[in-house]
């Protein structure tokens, strides 16, 4: 057997090698999407778990789900955008944050 491999894809025509690579692309993030579906899973499992024991963990709590909604399509407005935006930075104010 020989030392040295032979890169496939370089003996494909770039349509089947761009092919090649847009399906890798989109395993990849479907992976990436569903480590993140996880891990949100995971936090908001831990946010739902107890009650906040302070005014910050409450904020922490609420900022989560602020964060969440602007991501939506409902969101975009502008005027939605800057009260979030507002709400956040209050949060972070209040809480001695900088």
Do not use: C
């Amino acid at each position: 057997m020989t030392e040295k491999t032979v890169e496939l894809d370089q003996h494909r025509g770039m349509a089947a090698q761009k092919a090649t690579g847009l399906r890798r692309l989109l395993a990849d993030v479907e992976a990436n999407e569903k480590q993140l579906r996880l891990r949100q899973d995971e936090l908001e499992a831990h946010l739902m778990a107890a009650p906040a024991a302070s005014w910050q963990e409450a904020a922490e709590k609420a900022r989560y789900l602020l964060n969440l909604f602007a991501a939506t399509l409902v969101s975009q407005d502008p005027r939605k955008q800057r009260l979030i935006a507002a709400v956040i930075a209050d949060f972070k104010r209040l809480s001695g944050e900088s």
